[in-house]
């Protein structure tokens, strides 16, 4: 689906049925045409070791479940703020 349009965001739950979000995220960071494009990583296993194996693979910030609206959001705008650099 990414190779017919480029998102400006791609939200990333790391607990899939087929591959990991991990896998999925390497896969992303692998293609040079999606390597600008941010990635929200989000999990429910929040221990320092997930955020850094999100952080090894590219994504560009980690949200840890259960989050707010607000903690969305001000990820989101964060990672979509013109002066952001993305991983």
């Given at each position: 689906?990414?190779?017919?349009?480029?998102?400006?965001?791609?939200?990333?739950?790391?607990?899939l049925?087929?591959?990991?979000?991990?896998?999925?995220?390497?896969?992303?960071?692998?293609?040079?045409?999606?390597?600008?494009?941010?990635?929200?990583?989000?999990?429910?296993?929040?221990?320092?070791?997930?955020?850094?194996?999100?952080?090894?693979?590219?994504?560009?910030?980690?949200?840890?479940?259960?989050?707010?609206?607000?903690?969305?959001?001000?990820?989101v705008?964060?990672l979509?703020?013109?002066?952001?650099?993305?991983?």
């Amino acid at each position: 689906m990414l190779s017919a349009f480029t998102p400006d965001l791609v939200m990333l739950d790391l607990t899939l049925p087929e591959m990991s979000g991990y896998e999925v995220c390497e896969h992303l960071r692998a293609k040079d045409e999606l390597q600008h494009v941010p990635v929200l990583a989000m999990s429910s296993r929040t221990m320092p070791e997930d955020r850094a194996a999100a952080e090894e693979v590219g994504a560009s910030a980690f949200l840890a479940k259960p989050f707010t609206r607000q903690q969305l959001a001000g990820q989101v705008e964060m990672l979509l703020a013109p002066d952001a650099v993305a991983r």
